[in-house]
């Protein structure tokens, strides 16, 4: 299988077996959101805190953060109270705010109506992951769904997840296509061998793609040029 992205006619995958989404960022708008509501917490947690931080934490696990802001701008809380406060913010976000990517579901229905496995990699906790999977109902379009958690915590840009995805989807890496919105994610794909495409998704322009195969700006780029998908 084969698929293009429609703002560049030249630039198709090549035989792609399965797909593998990251969530926060891609499926979801969840990193706008975070960047709204944990702005004012990290204010009061760092004396340095300036917005421009939330570049350097896109596609990091919430225990990453932890260690990033420790080491780097002398956070003062404990793991256990940082991660505490993350949790109730992912709770909100995930329960109440965050919206699904337009045209998404279009593309997952498509995928599944030609047999092809999609997979979910995430450094975000797997409690997390299921509450979004499941308000939109989304489960029955994942063949695996992977947190760091069965990693040995071992989140991107490490390239585990990736690793794990293919073996879990029965494919080698150079058969699978991820798409990713973020610097580590795409350092995590293309270091297992997958192909890679980054999306553009509005809020996350300072990340750098450069390793990434292509870009695109909405599901619709993807499904447009190939409405009938063979296998």
């Known amino acids: 299988m084969q698929l293009s992205i429609a703002s560049n006619k030249s630039l198709s995958s090549p035989d792609i077996q399965a797909l593998v989404l990251d969530m926060d960022g891609v499926m979801v708008n969840s990193e706008q959101l975070w960047r709204e509501v944990e702005a004012p917490v990290?204010?009061?947690?760092?004396?340095?805190?300036?917005?421009?931080?939330?570049?350097?934490?896109?596609?990091?696990?919430?225990?990453?953060?932890?260690?990033?802001?420790?080491?780097?701008?002398?956070?003062?809380?404990?793991?256990?109270?940082?991660?505490?406060?993350?949790?109730?913010?992912?709770?909100?976000?995930?329960?109440?705010?965050?919206?699904?990517?337009?045209?998404?579901?279009?593309?997952?229905?498509?995928?599944?109506?030609?047999?092809?496995?999609?997979?979910?990699?995430?450094?975000?906790?797997?409690?997390?992951?299921?509450?979004?999977?499941?308000?939109?109902?989304?489960?029955?379009?994942?063949?695996?769904?992977?947190?760091?958690?069965?990693?040995?915590?071992?989140?991107?840009p490490a390239p585990d997840l990736y690793l794990q995805s293919a073996k879990n989807l029965n494919i080698s890496p150079k058969e699978g296509l991820a798409i990713e919105d973020s610097t580590v994610g795409v350092a995590s794909a293309k270091t297992a061998g997958f192909f890679c495409w980054g999306f553009r998704n509005g809020s996350n322009l300072s990340q750098d793609f450069s390793r990434a195969d292509g870009e695109f700006h909405a599901f619709a780029e993807i499904r447009s040029l190939n409405p009938n998908l063979e296998n």
């Open 42 to 156: 990290f204010q009061s947690m760092l004396s340095g805190w300036t917005p421009d931080l939330f570049g350097e934490i896109v596609g990091m696990g919430v225990e990453d953060v932890y260690h990033h802001f420790a080491k780097n701008y002398g956070l003062k809380q404990t793991k256990k109270e940082f991660l505490f406060s993350c949790e109730k913010v992912a709770l909100d976000i995930y329960d109440h705010r965050v919206s699904l990517a337009e045209g998404l579901v279009e593309f997952l229905k498509e995928m599944k109506e030609n047999r092809v496995p999609v997979g979910l990699a995430s450094s975000s906790p797997k409690r997390w992951i299921l509450r979004v999977l499941k308000r939109f109902d989304l489960l029955n379009y994942f063949s695996s769904v992977l947190s760091a958690e069965e990693v040995q915590n071992k989140t991107k």
